[in-house]
């Protein structure tokens, strides 16, 4: 073997300068191969793994410092699914990915991890049953790096009309065994803000009061007037002629402060349970806004939300569906859907506003704008909310670009209108319970808004951005307050537009 003298630090100092241009040009071409390399040769960084398990499906999310390329199969007997992770290695957040699997997750039974190849991570999901599987890849926006998302949706997705026909079947019954006459239930009589419980009650029992009177029952009365006393019988005087009948006082149940005429009701045919649409923002990947100690706005609206649901099902003639009953992501656009699929009669979409002063407070509503926002506010709020499906991750396939035009474009003035009463009744219920940050309903266009056919309106409870106002928001006393507040304005909304017959849902 031939071995070459070594040669000392001295040695190379007095090399010839022709020695020291070889080695110069040797190194630069040494750094231009290595900057030559493809960066998948390098293995990504694994941030962060997290799994967000539902009923609707189950989502999956690798977070890495640079985006990853990832091939999927799905298999059968036993159903699974094989992803590989191209430019990854093995590391402690994947390892990790195993234990984050719980046991009540509704499509993943368990997940085996492990080195498939150099730089290649494959996962395999052991299902609980078929599942339509979608990876795709979200570029970095907000505090996210680069994420691969698997989703894992049920081959039998959930029908959010058929768990609402079951949930109210036995209400459904007992309010058509107390079906009144064709003639009972008139709508309310007296001042909505004074008798909507009142109203509620007596459309609950059929249009009738609960105590049964043995006098006939008396025609409803539309505004006092003063009674008119009966004269003598005097059959040589002629009658004189009536006077032409004066039109019913107009009392705040028929005003339209918002320039809109309601159309007469149909009477008899309106006796139904009221659905209500609750639509919990954010979720998921998703946290939305955050208060200066760490409050998430997705989990003070869904506590808000589930309480505004347990209260409507109180009701006997109300029942409620919620977008989400869980910490995953919806997209704006399938919130939407859902209202429609159950043919919902209001849509409620609930929120804790943020600003970049921590100074900003109070309670806000908005509806729907065709022709741009009514403050600069509420177009920075529209914009903010509207990035959801951006935050939360929506994979481009998944995306009905003509129905969201669509849905766009026959967002109708009758809507618009309707849902701006609507907000007023329920801006005056929570400025009892909080500041307002406006005294009127506010208007901008949120896509989760945006239902040609159902009166909508978004509530930004208060501003989880505020210390004072995130820390109203951590009481449990509050959220409850918050959410009867919303009823509340619901009830009154009713009361004053009885809601019209619809056909059968089911």
């Known amino acids: 073997m031939l071995i070459k003298p070594f040669r000392s630090l001295e040695a190379t100092a007095s090399a010839p300068p022709s020695w020291h241009r070889r080695k110069l040009i040797q190194a630069g071409a040494s750094t231009l191969i290595l900057a030559l ?6 293995a990504a960084s694994v941030l962060a793994v997290r799994v967000w398990p539902a009923e609707d499906y189950t989502r999956v999310t690798i977070e890495t410092d640079r985006s990853l390329e990832a091939e999927q199969r799905v298999l059968q007997n036993p159903d699974r699914v094989v992803v590989d992770l191209k430019g990854v290695d093995l590391d402690q957040p994947l390892k990790d990915l195993v234990a984050k699997i719980a046991p009540n997750d509704p499509q993943i039974s368990q997940v085996r991890v492990g080195q498939f190849q150099p730089h290649v991570v494959r996962l395999v999901f052991d299902l609980k049953g078929a599942v339509k599987p979608q990876t795709f890849s979200l570029p970095p926006v907000g505090s996210y790096r680069n994420r691969l998302v698997v989703d894992l949706y049920p081959e039998v997705a959930p029908d959010p009309l058929l768990a609402l026909l079951q949930k109210s079947q036995g209400k459904e019954q007992a309010l058509a065994m107390n079906a009144p006459p064709p003639s009972a239930l008139n ?16 459309y609950a029992q059929g249009g009738t009061s609960a105590p049964a009177q043995p006098a006939a029952p008396k025609p409803p009365v539309l505004a006092a007037r003063p009674p008119v006393s009966s004269p003598p019988s005097t059959p040589s005087a002629p009658t004189p002629p009536k006077p032409a009948a004066k039109p019913p006082t107009q009392t705040l149940a028929n005003q339209d402060d918002f320039g809109f005429k309601t159309p007469p009701h149909s009477r008899g045919k309106t006796l139904r349970l009221i659905t209500v649409a609750i639509d919990p923002g954010h979720g998921g990947e998703d946290p939305g806004a955050s208060g200066p100690s760490g409050l998430h706005e997705k989990d003070v609206v869904l506590d808000i939300g589930r309480r505004l649901r347990a209260k409507i099902d109180g009701e006997p003639n109300m029942r409620a569906m919620m977008t989400r009953d869980d910490d995953f992501f919806v997209p704006l656009g399938v919130r939407v859907q859902k209202a429609r699929r159950v043919d919902a009669d209001i849509f409620v979409s609930i929120h804790a506003d943020a600003f970049t002063s921590p100074s900003a407070n109070g309670s806000s509503v908005f509806a729907l704008s065709e022709h741009g926002a009514s403050s600069a506010a509420a ?11 951006e935050i939360g991750g929506v994979s481009i396939k998944t995306q009905d670009v003509a129905l969201s035009r669509a849905l766009l474009d026959m967002s109708t003035t009758a809507q618009i209108r309707d849902s701006m009463k609507y907000g007023h009744y329920v801006l005056q219920e929570i400025g009892k319970l909080n500041r307002l940050h406006k005294g009127s309903v506010e208007q901008a266009g949120f896509a989760v808004l945006k239902s040609p056919d159902i009166p909508s309106v978004l509530v930004e409870t208060a501003f989880i951005s505020n210390p004072g106002e995130e820390q109203r928001l951590q009481d449990a006393a509050y959220r409850d307050k918050m959410a009867s507040a919303i009823l509340t304005g619901i009830k009154k909304y009713f009361a004053s537009n009885p809601p019209l017959p619809k056909n059968p849902m089911a």
């Open 187 to 202: 709508g309310p009589q007296q001042v909505p803000g004074d008798d909507s419980d009142a109203f509620f009650q007596r």
């Open 37 to 42: 390399v493809p960066a998948t040769a390098r």
């Open 379 to 389: 177009r920075w709020m529209a914009n903010k909310e509207n990035s959801s499906d």
